[in-house]
């Protein structure tokens, strides 16, 4: 008995040395996963900007908050993770490629607070989103209190290709729905985030010195999912077609060619807001009789300005214009010399000329090889001009010295109505 009595006892005291343990373990367990901690900094970009500005909405700060954290923080390892987005305006191409070419300048800075570079590679993951439609429902579903938010939310969430959202959300309350969406929530979709995650097993930082005001300290477990890592994102066929740049145009007038008058035009971009055009008509037509005739050479240029682009958005069958489409003003300068002879009655001219004015116009896709351009200028011609009086034969001018002067003229100079060709060099698709 007694020695069963000592196997009872013993046995009690093993238990209890294992349930000590576990207890023991859990506890010690519970502190660290309790130490994990995880900050997030947010820089914003301007429009169409990958370039880290640091006046632009209190990036400055963030800045010095994020140099702080990575000299500063005990332990600093696992991962920090560039979350990187565009706003969902514009063609997605575009928005795809500023979004993980932001995210890459973001991690080219956080990698230069890093005295360890081998470090900083194995700890710094870019993950780029493309369009930041989850931003804007989550600010619309907050802050939006027009009459239309149902309609506006409809549209955000629902499963349509990114063009066609962009499209309807445009046609919400007759665009105003669109335009107070650009104005007050598109400049908070442009951002890169950074989260980084460390143990601090002796808790002493539960905020960041004097900055903790614009930190947000979350639970590993609710921003940290298993696969961390995210490969950069894949565009598909139809956005890789899109992406073309335009190297050269080549014009018609039709009220011209209506005429049969012949012309043509070459017009040639810088990049999508100036171009350069060239510009020549030469009618010339001759009675055999000589009686009647129109003869006039004119040549000369235009320098552009594309201050408003095209509206609508890129699709497979609407190839996207990355220049000459749009609204435009031109300043132009032009040259030339004609011969007008109309019978005896109206009179026989010869005449130069040179011409400086402005110019106007809109140009937009007809299909995805064709454009049609309108265009009006105005200006001031200088004319000087002769009358010559045919013999009887018509095969001799001889010149009027009564009738020889110089017409000096301001008003309209040129209408146009111009279908244009523009040719397309691919770029590879989305970047």
């Given amino acids: 008995m007694r020695h069963r009595s000592h196997i009872i ?14 207890v023991s373990f859990a506890q010690d367990n519970k502190v660290v996963q309790g130490s994990h901690k995880v900050y997030e900094f947010k820089l914003h970009y301007k429009k169409d900007s990958v370039s880290l500005n640091k006046a632009y909405m209190g990036n400055a700060e963030q800045l010095n908050q994020l140099e702080w954290f990575i000299k500063h923080v005990p332990q600093l390892g696992d991962s920090i993770i560039i979350y990187s987005y565009s706003s969902p305006e514009g063609p997605y191409w575009n928005n795809a490629r500023l979004a993980k070419e932001r995210g890459e300048t973001a991690k080219k800075y956080l990698k230069s607070l890093f005295a360890n570079r081998t470090l900083a590679n194995c700890v710094i993951f870019v993950n780029p989103a493309a369009e930041n439609w989850e931003g804007l429902r989550n600010l619309v579903e907050s802050n939006y209190t027009n009459p239309d938010k149902n309609k506006v939310l409809d549209v955000i969430t629902s499963n349509l290709p990114p063009h066609i959202k962009k499209s309807r959300l445009k046609k919400v309350s007759n665009g105003h729905a669109w335009l107070y969406i650009m104005e007050n929530y598109m400049p908070q979709l442009r951002y890169a985030t950074w989260i980084g995650k460390w143990q601090d097993p002796m808790n002493k930082l539960e905020v960041l010195p004097e900055v903790e005001h614009n930190i947000t300290t979350k639970a590993v477990e609710q921003i940290v999912e298993p696969a961390i890592v995210m490969q950069p994102i894949k565009l598909d066929n139809t956005f890789k077609k899109i992406e073309t ?4 145009a080549l014009k018609t007038n039709v009220l ?31 009675t055999e009789s000589n009686k009647f005739c129109i003869q006039h050479l004119s040549f000369g240029g235009e320098f552009r300005w594309w201050f408003l682009p095209k509206t609508k958005e890129a699709t497979a069958k609407l190839a996207k214009r990355d220049a000459l489409v749009g609204h435009f003003l031109g300043l132009h300068g032009w040259g030339g010399k004609g011969d007008i002879q109309i019978g005896r009655k109206f009179g026989c001219y010869q005449y130069e000329f040179w011409s400086a004015g402005l110019t106007y116009g809109y140009a937009m896709p007809l299909s995805k090889h064709l454009n049609v351009e309108f265009a009006i200028s105005v200006g001031y011609a200088n004319i000087p001009y002769r009358h010559y009086i045919p013999t ?21 100079t040129k209408v146009q109505v111009n279908l244009v060709v ?10």
Avoid at 422 to 431: D, E, V
């Fill in 9 to 22: 006892m013993l046995l009690c005291c093993f238990v209890l040395t294992l349930f000590i343990k576990q």
């Fill in 245 to 248: 740049k335009t190297i050269i």
């Fill in 256 to 286: 011209y060619d209506l005429a049969t008058v012949l012309n043509f035009a070459v017009e040639v971009p810088f990049n999508k807001n100036f171009s350069i055009l060239y510009e020549q008509h030469f009618p010339w037509w001759l």
């Fill in 392 to 412: 009887e034969d018509w095969e001799i001018l001889i010149k009027d010295p009564k009738k020889v002067g110089t017409l000096h003229y301001f008003g309209p």
């Fill in 422 to 431: 523009p040719i397309r060099m691919k770029r590879g698709g989305a970047r």
